[in-house]
Nanobody, 128 residues
Framework: QVRLVESGGGTVQAGGSLRLSCAASGYTYSSNCMGWFRQVPGKEREGVAVIYTGGGSTYYHASVKGRFIISQDNANKNTVYLQMNSLKPEDTAMYYC????????????????????WGQGTQVTVSP
C-alpha cells in the first residue's frame, strides 16, 4: 500500500520561504510522477508542480514558475521536496503531495484525477 507523508508547512510572511517534504513508501514502480497540489476552501484543487522521478523532468503552474522548485532526494527518488521562495499571500492553501503510477506525459498537465495516491495535506499560510 502506497503511503505519502508530507511535512514542512507553516506560517510565513510575504517574501519568505518554506520547504515542503513528501516521503512515499510502499511503491513498487521504479519510476513514477510525484507532485504538489494546493487547495483553498471553495476552490478546486490545482496542480503546483510535478516531477518525473525516473528522468527528473519538472513542470510548474505558471503562477509559481521562477519562485518554486520541485526536486527529489538523490538517495531516495520517492522523496520529493517543494522549495517555495518569494511567497505571496495568494499562495496560502492546503498543500497536498500526490503520486501517479508510471510516467505518462498526461501527468505534466497536473490534473488531480490522474493521480492515484495522496497525502494528508499540510497547511501553508502567507501573511501580508
Amino acid at each position: 500500500q502506497v503511503r505519502l507523508v508530507e511535512s514542512g508547512g507553516g506560517t510565513v510572511q510575504a517574501g519568505g520561504s518554506l520547504r515542503l517534504s513528501c516521503a512515499a513508501s510502499g511503491y513498487t514502480y521504479s519510476s513514477n510522477c510525484m507532485g504538489w497540489f494546493r487547495q483553498v476552501p471553495g476552490k478546486e484543487r490545482e496542480g503546483v508542480a510535478v516531477i518525473y522521478t525516473g528522468g527528473g523532468s519538472t513542470y510548474y503552474h505558471a503562477s509559481v514558475k521562477g519562485r518554486f522548485i520541485i526536486s527529489q532526494d538523490n538517495a531516495n527518488k520517492n522523496t520529493v521536496y517543494l522549495q517555495m521562495n518569494s511567497l505571496k499571500p495568494e499562495d496560502t492553501a492546503m498543500y497536498y503531495c500526490a503520486a501517479a503510477d508510471g510516467n505518462s506525459l498526461r501527468f505534466r498537465l497536473m490534473k488531480s484525477d490522474e493521480f492515484d495516491y495522496w497525502g494528508q495535506g499540510t497547511q501553508v499560510t502567507v501573511s501580508p
